[in-house]
C-alpha cells in the first residue's frame, strides 16, 4: 500500500487569493473525502467524491469546491481566503464507506 | 450535529483500562475510531456498521448501540503507545461525517 499522500505539507497565502491543495489516494480506493481541522479540534467535514461525483457536503461555503480523478487523485480548490480558512487540510480515502478512511499528512495552510 | 465525546480528557497508567463514549443525535449509518497524536495524521481503528458489523483492528474493541446511536471505545490492559486523541466519527446515510471534539489519552509509566 502506497498511502495517502498530500501536498504541499505548508502553504502561506494572502486573504483574497486562491489555493488548490491536492491528494494522492490508494490504487482501487473509490471514496476520498476532505476535512478541515483547527488546532485542538476534530476534523471539520468538506464534502465526499465517490467515483468523480460529490455525494455528501458539510457546512462549507461554495468557495470550497473539489475534484476527484480517475488515477485516485484529488484536489480541494478554496476560493477568495480568509483568514479562518488557516488550518490542517486532511485528505482521506477509503474502498468505499463500509471501511475506514486512511488519512494523508494534511497540508497546513496558513492565510496572512 | 456534532457528536459528543466523553469524557474530554482522561489519564492512565500503564496496564489500566478506559472506556472513550460517543454520543450522536442524528440516525447513523456507522460510527468510526480513531487516533491522532500530535503531528501526525488521524490513524483507522475501528468501524461499526449499522446492522452490527464491525472492522477493525485486533486489540481494539468497540460497541454500537443503534437504538440509542451511541458507541464505545474499550481501551484494555494501555500500554505508552496507547497516548494520543481520540476521536469518534459519524456517519449519516447521506454520507455527512463529523467528528467529536476528541478525547485525549495520556498513559503514564
Redesign the interface.
Known sequence: ETG?TQSPTHLIKTRGQQVTLRCSSQSGHNTV?W?QQALG?????IF?Y?REEE????NFPPRFSGLQFPNYSSELNVNALELDDSALY?C?SSKD??????????TRLTVV | Q?PVQSPQAVILREGEDAVINCSSSKAL??V?W?RQKHG????????L?KGG?Q??HEKISASFNEKKQQSSLYLTASQLSYSGTY?C?T?ME?????????TRLTVKP
Open positions: 495517502v473525502s476535512y479540534q476534530g476534523p471539520q467535514f465526499q465517490y455525494n455528501g457536503r458539510g486532511l482521506a464507506r463500509d471501511y475506514g478512511y486512511t488519512f494523508g499528512s494534511g | 456534532q449509518y456507522s468510526h480513531y501526525e495524521a488521524p490513524v483507522f481503528l475501528m468501524i456498521l458489523e472492522k477493525g476521536f466519527g456517519e447521506n454520507n455527512d461525517m463529523r467528528f467529536g471534539a476528541g
